[in-house]
């Protein structure tokens, strides 16, 4: 599985940006996919994460009702709506799979596809 992120940029505090992550390659089907951060000199942390019916939906705390993670099976598409920017927020987003949905989601060494990265910088 390959996947590209996009979607990324510079945004003011209390702005809003909807990331992309594409998928190919390989199916699509039955994997959790996940969006994690890594800001400068942190480590990568988890920000949210959908099952394959999407009817299951996991958020960090620091972002829960102000992000929502959704997915187009048919697109092969995940997305990450981030509304209510914070400065805090700035990171690389990546875009991860799980191609067998493992139960602790927020673990990045779960997930064996990561796209590229795409930076998201909120200005204060």
């Known amino acids: 599985v390959q996947l590209q992120a996009s979607g990324g940029g510079l945004v003011q505090a209390g702005g809003s940006l909807r990331l992309s992550c594409a998928a190919s390659g390989r199916t699509f089907s039955g994997y959790t996919m996940g969006w994690f951060r890594q800001a400068p000199g942190k480590e990568r942390e988890f920000v949210a994460g959908v099952r394959w019916s999407a009817g299951s939906t996991y958020y960090a705390g620091s972002v829960k009702g102000r992000f929502t993670i959704s997915r187009d099976n048919a697109k092969r598409t995940v997305y990450l709506q981030m509304n209510s920017l914070k400065p805090e927020d700035t990171a690389v987003y990546y875009c991860?799979?799980?191609?067998?949905?493992?139960?602790?989601?927020?673990?990045?060494?779960?997930?064996?596809?990561w796209g590229q990265g795409t930076l998201v910088t909120v200005s204060s």
């Open positions: 991860a799979a799980d191609p067998y949905s493992r139960s602790l989601y927020a673990l990045p060494k779960h997930y064996d596809y």
